[in-house]
């Protein structure tokens, strides 16, 4: 089932899409130009032109904290973890500029009120973007309130810098590291463990107990949430998720958001063909990108990375959570978004398509359009669906 929705101005964002599209051009080529052939593993996540926001660990920002974390000592992926104040509706946790953090630092308990998890990956064709960027720092705070939910932004690996499969990689370590801290919450939890008290997450992140995730999050109700890009990443995770099934517990992934995917194939659709030039990201850029990312002996339009069709050879569609796509009018990629989720809809999964007219790419998320009638009813129509799996417990699939 295909819903639209009420068109709006859209000179502004043309002319945004534009600018965009002639600045990411130059990037892209410079990155092509420049790159070296040597491998680093380590990576980066972000790029020095990137407009970022520094971390606020209180709530006087929006009612949203937030803290960065870096969870992979052999590697740059990173966390940003925001956390609406509705958790402390039934907390004695620290509040505003106390604690070691300088905000928010609640004492472990089993009576704290708990949250789902929306584990959040930015767009930015693979090659830009980042968890703390302005736009998707913006974009998180406004899910996390219209959800009542924790989002865990993931910082993944960028590429040229580090080519597939290290961003799907990053991808399935974060869950793991939310599975993993789950654990350790429950080793600790009956002691009454008071967080403030120098048990803090270590500058890696990666073994010791992190203080929001162990109070407030509840994994048994996990969303994964992908933007551009990071749709394929979202979706090659929740693959995983599936094929690991009871390994991951207590994480469960009980739905996933594809905001226009960026799915490309070697026989064009025809929106392909149709809005090959479309604005923001043109199809010629995002052969430029997929170049970038996929190592020079798999570069192939239909890579399982790249086509979502063939990515699920090896999970079975059915066995897929409910999953929901946003696609925008003028975005070349949509046919081919729309095709996978009519394929999920075959095999009974609950997989709407919202197709918002007169809308581009990342009409929802870029950090120019993000205060646009639009952007802001998509952000409360996305939170209306979730809020369907994310309050229910124990939400089964076949896993």
């Known amino acids: 089932m295909i819903f639209f929705f009420i068109k709006m101005p859209s000179v502004s964002v043309k002319f945004y899409s534009l600018l ?3 600045i990411l051009k130059r990037q892209l080529q410079t990155l092509t130009e420049t790159h070296t052939k040597s491998p680093n593993y380590f990576g980066v996540v972000s790029r020095p032109d990137e407009s970022v926001v520094p971390a606020n660990p209180s709530f006087s920002q929006d009612g949203v904290a937030t803290k960065d974390i870096h969870i992979d000592p052999l ?7 925001f956390l609406p104040d509705s958790v402390l509706a039934d907390s004695r946790g620290l509040k505003h500029g106390d604690g070691v953090y300088g905000g928010y630092a609640p004492i472990l308990r089993d009576n704290l009120r708990k949250l789902p998890v929306i584990v959040q990956f930015h767009g930015g064709g693979f090659v830009t973007g980042s968890s ?16 009542d939910a924790i989002v865990v932004a993931v910082g993944y690996r960028l590429a040229p810098e580090s080519k597939y499969p290290a961003a799907f990689d990053d991808g399935v370590e974060a869950l793991n590291w939310l599975a993993k801290q789950a654990n350790l919450a429950e080793c600790r939890i009956s002691g009454g463990v008071d967080l403030r008290r120098g048990q803090i997450v270590d500058g890696f992140g990666s073994s010791m107990i992190e203080p929001w995730i162990a109070a407030h999050a509840d994994l048994s109700r996990c969303v994964l949430l992908g933007v551009s890009s990071g749709s394929n990443i979202a979706n090659y995770v929740t693959q995983r998720a599936v094929e690991a099934g009871n390994l991951l517990d207590p994480v469960r ?3 996933q958001v594809l905001m226009y995917p960026f799915v490309i194939g070697s026989t064009p659709t025809k929106s392909e063909i149709m809005l090959a030039n479309s604005y923001l990201y043109d199809r010629t850029m995002a052969i430029l990108a997929w170049k970038l990312l996929l190592p020079d002996d798999q570069f192939n339009l239909d890579h399982p990375a790249a086509n979502p069709l063939l990515s699920a050879t090896k999970v079975p569609l059915k066995h897929m959570p409910p999953t929901l796509t946003i696609v925008a009018e003028h975005d070349w990629m949509r046919d081919r978004a729309i095709a996978y989720s009519q394929e999920l809809r075959k095999v009974n999964v609950d997989a709407p398509v919202y197709d918002y007219k007169d809308a581009v790419h990342e009409f929802a998320t870029f950090e120019m359009f993000l205060k646009t009638p639009k952007a802001q009813a998509c ?5 209306i669906w979730v809020k369907k799996y994310i309050s229910l417990r124990g939400l089964e699939f076949s896993y």
Do not use: M, P
């Open 20 to 22: 965009h599209k002639f």
């Open 75 to 81: 590697t740059s992926l990173s966390l940003r973890i």
């Open 132 to 147: 703390d960027s302005l736009g998707n720092d913006l974009f998180c705070r406004r899910i996390a309130k219209a959800c």
């Open 253 to 255: 992934v009980v739905a």
């Open 379 to 383: 952000a409360e129509d996305i939170a």
